[in-house]
């Protein structure tokens, strides 16, 4: 499994937000610009058959949109299947109301494409070597958020998406070999995010068990960086790491 941080910033950061790649298919979260940048990296975005969205906060599922046109100006209709939160066939509806008029319909008759929606769908089977497991996390107010554990080949990922620090976060990292855990804050954790010391926790927890920082601040990367952690990683872009 190669595993890709595209994006590890928050919204305000000068990082793209948050975003991974695996295996130059399945991509999780697709935050506003993410699909020009992929290009920019020489990624083949024809080439992604899987996305996985952890909650409809527009800087994880805005530039759907974008990944959809591009397949339709390419005439592409490889099957893409979209993990997601129920109710995001609608919101995406709506940005296409709102960017494209009249194209949503034309699109969707012209590419392949399933949303899988769901409130908490629990073994998500691709293909034999390919299963996805999604766990409730707690982000505020915002519902549902997701993390999701996706194993592939016997090697597993997981990944918080934007949550506090809850009961499934310990659940995502005891069963995973490496953890992309939401760090946006510099200092304690509130209700929506985890923070620096939450990870430090974490990591002093499960000394065995490999974590990457994302949703960062600036000023969360840069004090994450002046105080390093055995087994904390935090990624530069397009950070690579392969199981």
Avoid: W
Wanted: aromatic share 8%; glycine share 6%.
């Amino acid at each position: 499994m190669k595993i890709n941080i595209v994006g590890s910033g928050s919204i305000g950061s000068s990082y793209m937000s948050a975003s991974l790649i695996i295996d130059d298919h399945i991509l999780v979260d697709v935050p506003n610009g993410i699909i020009k940048y992929l290009k920019h990296l020489n990624y083949d975005i024809l080439k992604i058959d899987t996305i996985i969205i952890t909650h409809l906060h527009g800087d994880h599922f805005f530039d759907l949109p974008f990944l959809m046109l591009g397949k339709y100006f390419n005439h592409d209709k490889t099957l893409i299947k979209v993990i997601c939160p129920y109710g995001t066939t609608k919101k995406i509806q709506k940005l296409f109301r709102l960017g494209f008029p009249y194209d949503f319909r034309k699109v969707m008759e012209n590419i392949n494409i399933e949303f899988i929606e769901h409130k908490g769908r629990n073994n998500i089977i691709l293909d034999d070597n390919i299963k996805i497991n999604s766990i409730n996390v707690k982000h505020g107010t915002m519902k549902p958020c997701f993390g999701y554990i996706i194993n592939i080949n016997g090697k597993t990922v997981g990944f918080s998406g934007d949550s506090s620090y809850c009961n499934a976060i310990d659940k995502i990292v005891e069963v995973s070999d490496v953890s992309i855990l939401d760090m946006s804050l510099k200092e304690d954790g509130d209700k929506s995010h985890m923070g620096f010391l939450d990870i430090k926790e974490i990591c002093k927890k499960y000394p065995n068990k490999k974590i990457i920082a994302t949703h960062m601040r600036n000023s969360t990367r840069e004090v994450a960086l002046d105080n390093p952690i055995k087994n904390l990683i935090i990624p530069t872009e397009n950070f690579e790491i392969k199981l």
